[in-house]
């Protein structure tokens, strides 16, 4: 049996395609015809600057809340600054995104700093369950950073990170280490790896009709006639 041709040798490929010809709403709908109709994150998921989108893999970091005191404590980690922010920051890989989840709104996930540090290595972006501050900064950097907010106050005394790369929920959709990753101001998509090369086809595809649809539609075709016609609207 022939195996069917590859749609792109590597991620750079795949991104370009992405980059290119598609956007989050016709990949959200050809997700929807393959039954992978829980994809998205909740609509709070906004880009600190409007003109960039999210698109890249997944490094999933874990936080939590912490309440200092001078109680004595069993867990080493407590009396690190930040936990393994760090060491999350600069494990990130070319093409990665770091997505933070786990806190509460209490404090800021990420900054300009950490924009700065995570560009450096290559990565492609920021997408925290939470909030960024700097954000002045971010734009002038043109990293994209989506979040569900903006909020000044520090992480260092009110939380830390306690693990990374690692599963997480985010509006109960599952993020695992690798997961793609596509977003922009209209919303964000967590796309399985498993049903990756599909969606792109099919996306390619959609949009490409797309084209034709709105030409006929210019025209004069109605809207009927064109979904009759194309199966597209």
Not at 132 to 152: N, S, V, W
């Amino acid at each position: 049996m022939t195996r069917p041709t590859r749609l792109y040798a590597d991620d750079a490929e795949m991104y370009r395609r992405f980059e290119e010809e598609l956007f989050v709403a016709v990949v959200g709908d050809v997700m929807d015809m393959l039954g992978l109709q829980h994809q998205f994150l909740p609509p709070v998921f906004k880009p600190v600057d409007e003109k960039t989108r999210l698109l890249g893999r997944a490094m999933p970091v874990l936080e939590t809340d912490i309440f200092p005191s001078n109680e004595p404590t069993r867990d080493p980690l407590m009396t690190k600054p930040f936990g393994l922010m760090f060491e999350a920051l600069d494990e990130l890989k070319p093409g990665e995104i770091y997505v933070a989840s786990g806190a509460s709104p209490r404090y800021a996930l990420w900054g300009e700093l950490m924009s700065t540090r995570a560009k450096i290595l290559g990565a492609r972006g920021a997408l925290l369950d939470g909030f960024a501050r700097d954000t002045d900064g971010i734009k002038a950097l043109g990293f994209p950073c989506f979040c569900t907010g903006y909020y000044a106050q520090d992480q260092g005394v009110r939380g830390k990170v306690i693990d990374y790369r690692c599963a997480l929920e985010i509006g109960g959709v599952r993020v695992e280490p690798g997961t793609l990753l596509f977003g922009d101001k209209e919303g964000v998509l967590v796309i399985p790896r498993q049903a990756e090369e599909e969606v792109v086809r099919l996306a390619l595809e959609k949009v490409r009709g797309e084209k034709l649809v709105a030409k006929a539609i210019r025209e004069g075709m109605s809207a009927v006639d064109a979904y009759k016609t194309f199966g597209i609207m």
